[in-house]
């Protein structure tokens, strides 16, 4: 196993959009920075899940992982859920978010803000991709139709196409409801 570099990331965007949309500034050597989607305030011990900006698409051969940016920790925003994003997961990530700073002061996250480092890693063995209910989260019928593709052209034969239809029928909509 091994992180992706830069070059290998940016050739990766480019063919199979491990990030979409992607802004290349936010390549930061080995990974990529997510943002936020939509603006919060946590209020002290809230709790909130909050949706990346990007869609994050982890080819079967690749896992990533999530590390926060530490402007974040230092100010008291901890992250409850787990740091792996799974091999074939296709969506934007719901980050689960609980503010306990220590002088107990709302803590804002604007649209846009870089909130997440995400991570590549090159995984060994037979492909087994996420096939559970948040895939294709968040994400809008162009979307989806994007990743299809892809999945077609780059995976013809690792996905069954029934089971793929109905989990996009079924996804977690772009409004969250």
């Known amino acids: 196993m091994c ?11 480019e063919k199979l959009k491990l990030v979409y949309p992607f802004d290349h500034n936010l390549l930061d050597g080995d990974g990529y920075i997510l943002t936020v989607r939509d ?3 946590l209020h002290y011990l809230e709790h909130k899940n909050l949706i990346s900006y990007e869609i994050v698409f982890t080819p079967p051969d690749i896992v990533a992982h999530l590390t926060a940016k530490s402007r974040y920790g230092r100010m008291g925003l901890s992250f409850l859920n787990a740091a792996k994003v799974h091999s074939g997961f296709i969506g934007r990530l719901a980050l689960e978010l609980v503010n306990l700073s220590n002088d107990r002061q709302p803590i804002t996250i604007k649209r846009g803000d870089p909130l997440m480092h995400v991570e590549f890693i090159t995984r060994e063995g037979r492909p087994s991709p996420y096939m559970g ?6 994400m809008s019928d162009e979307e989806v139709e994007i990743y299809m593709s892809i999945i ?11 089971l793929l239809n ?7 909509s772009v409004t969250g409801k």
């Open 3 to 13: 992180v992706l570099g830069k070059n290998r990331l940016s050739e990766m965007m």
């Open 39 to 41: 603006e919060t305030v």
């Open 133 to 138: 209910p948040y895939q294709f989260q968040y």
């Open 152 to 162: 077609s052209e780059h995976f013809p034969n690792l996905f069954d196409p029934q």
């Open 166 to 172: 109905r989990m996009v029928r079924e996804r977690v």
